[in-house]
């Protein structure tokens, strides 16, 4: 089965940094892409970043771009988002995803979400 833990999730002031992480297991890490998306009260879930480990390729939500970076561990299963600079308008649920690349690309997933869905880890950004 496929499991995404995410984990890292917390209490936060504004300008400040954080990290998430989710492991993945059940699946070939290589051959799906991975992603963060978002979920704040009364919205719709948003993407946040998505990666694919075996180039490299990401992509970015304007929102965030040139202060979160996504990275993964191919060797540990588990992908990453670094927090940086963080704001109030960041505080959500963020979600761990994951989608076969066998099916759409890394944008398709990232535009059009993934296939597998962890349970989310809540940020909240005070101001």
């Known amino acids: 089965d496929v499991q995404l833990q995410a984990s890292g999730g917390g209490l936060v002031q504004a300008g400040g940094s954080l990290r998430l992480s989710c492991v993945a297991s059940?699946?070939?890490?290589?051959?799906?892409?991975m992603g963060w998306f978002r979920q704040a009260p009364g919205k719709e879930r948003e993407a946040v970043s998505c990666?694919?480990?075996?180039?490299?390729?990401?992509y970015y939500a304007d929102s965030v771009k040139g202060r979160f970076t996504i990275s993964s561990d191919a060797a540990k299963n588990t992908v990453y988002l670094e927090m940086n600079t963080v704001k109030p308008e960041d505080t959500a649920v963020y979600y761990c995803g994951a989608g076969a690349l066998s099916g759409s690309n890394l944008y398709e997933l990232f535009r059009y979400g993934m296939d597998y869905w962890g349970k989310g880890t809540q940020v909240t950004v005070s101001s």
């Open positions: 990666i694919r480990s075996s180039d490299g390729l990401t």
């Open positions: 059940g699946f070939t890490f290589d051959d799906y892409g």
